[in-house]
């Protein structure tokens, strides 16, 4: 349940990712006026540093994740100023993240912060790439950094939420996802989210509530059916958790999560 989370949440970080690189664009540096060695030097680099960021923006766009870490590794040793200088390694983490390398990605990502504390994007896939790499405490902080950042932002609340669902702290992640779900009703993921705290806490109908609104809004909603079942076989409802088993097996994308619905359902 909460690898599909971590994913959307990766989905929803990377759509800020295209607003955030291009902030650090700009036209073509004007040509300096003398021919010192320095300030032609320092042209050289400027020219370089934009040309790479091009060519790795592309990359990005097209899913070449190898070229685009390529770019964006020689615009870090190039070092340029605020703001390329975070966003060239908030680039390379995009990077280092999908091509599975989720340590080089944080290191990448708190440095960007650090350069500038104010990098939403970049909290946001700090966030994602903590809780896939399991590093609760670093989620959870990287979480409250984000959502100071942005007390607004959707996103935000529903990374710190997945990161103290994941770390037990059933408190703020109901609060969390309940905000969600207070700011818009139709949020058929926070209603599941909501559902999967309930679980946790033992409140049987309360996530059976929640789990039926997500499947209202959001019909082939596989895991939601998925986890209906389970709540209806607890309640000794075997006929109801055959059918929520066999809609989350037509439903389902996930190979194994198919599989397994129609063994509990071939089971009843």
């Excluded at 946790?200 to 209906?228: I, M, V």
């Amino acid at each position: 349940m909460l690898k599909r989370a971590v994913a959307s949440l990766l989905a929803l970080a990377a759509i800020a990712a295209a607003a955030a690189s291009a902030q650090t664009y700009s036209g073509p540096t004007p040509q300096p006026r003398s021919t010192d060695a320095a300030a032609l030097s320092a042209q050289g680099r400027a020219r370089e540093v934009r040309e790479r960021f091009m060519r790795g923006v592309a990359a990005e766009e097209r899913g070449d994740w190898s070229a685009a870490g390529l770019e964006f590794t020689r615009v870090v040793t190039l070092d340029p100023p605020e703001p390329k200088g975070s966003s060239a390694r908030y680039d390379l983490a995009l990077a280092d993240a999908h091509l599975g390398r989720d340590d080089a990605a944080i290191a990448l990502l708190e440095e960007a912060l650090h350069r500038d504390p104010r990098f939403a994007a970049a909290a946001a896939n700090l966030v994602a790439v903590e809780l896939r790499r399991g590093d609760l405490a670093g989620a959870r902080r990287a979480a409250e950094q984000y959502l100071a950042l942005a007390p607004d932002s959707v996103l935000a609340r529903y990374g710190r939420g997945l990161a103290a669902l994941r770390a037990g702290d059933l408190a703020t992640a109901r609060a969390d996802f309940r905000a969600l779900i207070d700011a818009d009703p139709k949020y058929a993921t926070a209603h599941y989210d909501l559902a999967v705290v309930e679980l946790r806490a033992g409140r049987d109908d309360a996530a059976r509530a929640e789990l039926a609104l997500a499947l209202a809004l959001s019909p082939n909603y596989a895991r939601a059916s998925f986890a209906l079942g389970t709540v209806l076989v607890r309640a000794g409802r075997k006929a109801d958790a055959r059918v929520a088993f066999d809609r989350c097996a037509r439903d389902a994308e996930d190979p194994a999560l198919r599989a397994l619905a129609i063994d509990l359902r071939d089971r009843l």
